[in-house]
């Protein structure tokens, strides 16, 4: 069974402060990974991808890729309080064409 | 351009009823995704679509749940027979499909939401 796991939270950062969100995956052939930010009543929409090892920066998000540990990470730098959402992390199945998703960590920016 | 759109946005129906639901992709994508989302979880996967064809339909839930998509564009899919549990919101996704290469984004609808009464 190929997982994608996620802490569902909620996690609770202070505004300003770095959020950081982890996702490890099960299936070792996973070459894309994605992150996606849903706001409660809307649908996902894409904020990072990354396919190599490293980081990979996009102004305040940084996706981090360690595929020898097969986990990924999301940095968010500043926190506002419009980054409060669902994060869901979303890598690629063998099949290269399916993503496979985990279920989302609540992520919650206080003032 | 046009994002992906799905319609009715949201469906109330009886028990044992039918139901249709459209998608509509972004033109010229060839990749089709159905996806159910009950209140407070994940994306659960339903069936994929590489032009007309469905080489995985392994998330349907039942025999009840079926898809077709046609011209390589519009995808519908059908609820038969409702039941309760069968409440959620449907999102309908597309991307390029390019064939080989890298997974590329799946740009998202606004979803059907569902109620069974």
């Known amino acids: 069974q190929k997982e994608v796991e996620q802490n569902s939270g909620p996690l609770s950062v202070p505004e300003g402060a770095i959020a950081s969100l982890n996702c490890t995956y099960s299936?070792?052939?996973?070459?894309?990974f994605f992150w996606y930010r849903q706001y409660s009543g809307k649908s996902p929409e894409l904020i990072m991808s990354?396919?190599s090892n490293g980081d990979k920066e996009d102004g305040r998000f940084t996706a981090q890729l360690n595929k020898a540990s097969q986990y990924v990470s999301l940095l968010i730098r500043d926190s506002q309080p419009s980054d409060s959402a669902t994060y869901l992390c979303?890598?690629?199945?063998?099949?290269?064409?399916?993503?496979?998703w985990g279920a989302g960590t609540k992520l919650i920016i206080k003032p | 351009g046009a994002g992906v759109s799905q319609s009715p946005s949201n469906k109330v129906t009886e028990k044992g009823k039918d139901v249709e639901l459209r998608c509509d992709p972004i033109?010229?994508?060839?990749?089709l995704y159905w996806y159910r989302q009950s209140l407070g979880q994940g994306l659960e996967f339903l069936i994929y679509f590489q032009g007309n064809s469905a080489p995985d339909k392994s998330g349907l839930p039942s025999d009840r749940f079926s898809a077709e998509r046609t011209g390589g564009s519009v995808s519908t899919l059908t609820i038969q027979r409702t039941q309760q549990e069968d409440s959620a919101v449907y999102l309908c996704a597309s991307s390029l499909g390019l064939p080989g290469g890298l997974q590329e984004t799946q740009y998202f609808g606004p979803g059907t939401r569902l109620l069974v009464l």
């Open positions: 979303a890598v690629t199945s063998d099949s290269n064409y399916q993503l496979i």
């Open positions: 990354i396919y």
């Open positions: 033109s010229g994508h060839t990749a």
């Open positions: 299936d070792r052939v996973s070459q894309s």
